[in-house]
């Protein structure tokens, strides 16, 4: 058996999960992220049309409304109505136009169009900002030039005595008047040549001063500044290594899917079973319907007759639009939605259903490009609310097996999509609106040969019995039962494999849904130590083996805290010692768990 590889895909925007599985791990992520874009795709579309209708609303309302304005609101919405009313068309048109939509396209696989090619998303880092370096201080930069005097010297020509008539007529007194003159000049001008002097000892002094502190300033920031910009320098080189790094990782990554893909394509044109049913379910995948559908399916192909079962999720009624027309009424100022009659949605409904079956199987027939199918069965599943019970329930409402060649030779174009099913020997109620259930034609297989017969130990025990010191193998047998009990609730069932203490599956639990549910592992510890985290791997790597949706690792001790650790965030459920006990009691047992006195037993 090869090992599968499962990965779950939800979104909770639009509240939808699936699981994705296949034999090849490249794949598998490859199909994941394209359901996963689909979706995302499918998100922004519907948050842009809330946005763009509250925007209008929050338009209107903010308007102030004069009587030009009443009219032109008036007028948009008898717009809007109109709008709506052609959306509601559109809508209706898109369900009528199902099938031959299909018909007018190609839908064998473009293999070079799965192929990722999209560059490394992550920008390459930019070149650092260095801080520049400031220049040295130089003693004979103008900054530290000595500043003019402050003291004005004493000009000679103020000194100059004002001689009158008789000092000009007598010299002595003229000279007597210069010399004193003279003498001031020179007191003053010494006075002042002192003063000069000081104050240039003290001009030059701050100059020092200043070309000192700035200098010292200058020797302590140079360091600053080299460290800086080798730390600068030092991130961008750790930036461009884990960028390149980066790069380098998503590249293989690439690399490898598009390896696989192309070993993919070359199993699936050599007609691998598990290459053509990964084939059929992206050709399912890619298939184009309204994003209120489910488009939930899970596939089984039998190699060796070519056969290929598909249980598809179908909608439900309320999955269909319910309005034809919307009206404004001005008297009253309110739209009025015109719904669909019950005949016409009624009509409507069982009239897509088959449409989606036809649409389904020309689909995989006109992709199959190596001749891989013979025949497809269609198992159409509803999920509803049944009307009695309240309860929610899901029901095969038609069922069919097209071959090839009579298939091909049907124009789809022109034919009854009712007509159509019941001449390929569908089955199916005469009414689908009804949901009434009925046996799909063939199912998927769920037989393995691992299993073995059940026999019963959990009659045996009482709260005297100690769960941690019996048989390992009647350990496994009451786990099954326990489980079998759990899960017959539900309509499940529990089946336990041959007896091999190699870490393998125990247990096997089948939730019967036939879109969500699926093969649950379980694996049964009989132990009286803390269970590490090798078992949980172990668990992890058989379920993603088994192409199991969940995984259950039960033992009578406990876990280590890097075993809850691994299990966070995946499809795994541990449970305890104390877990246990509880299921026996609640299904009516009582038991104990000692775990040294199993230690003395077990030795």
Excluded at 255 to 265: G, I, Q
Excluded at 463 to 483: G, T
């Amino acid at each position: 058996m090869l090992p599968r590889y499962t990965v779950e895909v939800s979104h909770n925007g639009l509240g939808k999960y699936r699981v994705v599985s296949g034999t090849d791990h490249y794949i598998v992520q490859a199909k994941a992220k394209a359901l996963q874009l689909s979706w995302d795709e499918e998100y922004r579309r519907k948050q842009a049309k809330e946005r763009e209708k509250n925007s209008k609303e929050l338009e209107r309302k903010s308007r102030i409304r004069s009587k030009e304005e009443r009219q032109q609101e008036i007028e948009e919405k008898i717009d809007e109505a109109n709008d709506r009313t052609e959306d509601a068309k559109a809508a209706l048109e898109q369900i009528q136009n199902t099938l031959h939509y299909a018909l007018e396209l190609k839908h064998a696989i473009k293999w070079e169009q799965l192929k990722r090619t999209v560059p490394y998303p992550t920008p390459e880092p930019v070149a650092p900002s260095y801080l520049e370096y400031q220049n040295e201080p130089k003693r004979e930069d103008a900054k530290y030039q000595l500043r003019p005097h402050s003291i004005p010297e004493p000009n000679p020509e103020r000194y100059k005595p004002n001689l009158n008539f008789w000092d000009k007529l007598f010299k002595f007194r003229a000279n007597k008047k210069n010399q004193a003159a003279n003498e001031l000049y020179a007191s003053h001008h010494a006075a002042w040549a002192e003063k000069a002097q000081l104050t240039e000892s003290q001009n030059k002094q701050q100059m020092d001063d200043l070309f000192l502190r700035d200098h010292a300033e200058w020797e302590e920031a140079v360091p600053k500044v080299q460290l800086e910009n080798q730390r600068r320098y030092d991130a961008s080189v750790v930036g461009i290594n884990q960028w390149n790094a980066g790069r380098l990782e998503y590249e293989q990554i690439l690399a490898k899917e598009n390896e696989a893909l192309e070993k993919r394509k070359a199993d699936y044109q050599a007609s691998k079973p598990e290459a053509v049913s990964d084939y059929c379910e992206l050709v399912l995948s890619a298939s184009k319907y309204p994003d209120a559908f489910p488009q939930d399916f899970n596939l089984e192909y039998i190699a060796e007759t070519k056969i290929l079962i598909i249980d598809y999720s179908l909608p439900a009624p309320e999955h269909l639009p319910e309005i034809k027309e919307v009206k404004y009424i001005k008297t009253k100022d309110e739209f009025v939605e015109v719904a669909l009659s019950e005949t016409e949605s009624d009509r409507i409904y069982d009239n897509l259903l088959y449409k989606i079956c036809l649409r389904t199987i020309f689909e995989l027939f006109d992709a199959d490009a190596v001749d891989a199918l013979s025949a497809i069965v269609f198992n159409g599943w509803v999920k509803s609310i049944d009307k009695a019970t309240g309860k929610q329930t899901n029901g095969c409402l038609v069922s069919v097996q097209a071959r090839k060649e009579e298939f091909q030779n049907i124009n789809l174009s022109n034919v009854d999509p009712k007509v159509c099913f019941k001449a390929l020997k569908g089955v199916g109620s005469s009414q689908l609106h009804s949901l009434t259930p009925i046996a799909p034609v063939l199912n998927i297989s769920r037989e393995d040969k691992r299993f073995i017969a059940s026999r019963e130990v959990e009659n045996q025990i009482d709260e005297r019995f100690n769960l941690a010191a019996m048989d390992w193998e009647d350990f496994e047998q009451l786990v099954r039962e326990i489980f079998e009990k759990e899960f017959n609730k539900g309509g499940g069932e529990v089946k336990v494999t041959q007896a091999s203490r190699d870490g393998g599956v125990d247990a096997v639990a089948f939730d019967p849904d036939p879109i969500h549910g699926g093969k649950i592992v379980i694996q049964a510890k009989r132990y009286t130590n803390t269970v590490g985290v090798g078992f949980v791997r172990e668990l992890w790597g058989t379920v993603m083996n088994e192409g199991a949706m969940k995984g259950i690792l039960i033992t009578t001790a406990d876990y280590g805290p890097d075993a809850y650790e691994f299990a966070k965030g995946k499809p795994l459920t541990l449970m305890n010692g104390a877990n246990l006990l509880y299921l026996l009691e609640k299904h009516g047992h009582k038991a104990k768990i000692d775990i040294a006195e199993a230690k003395k037993i077990l030795g």
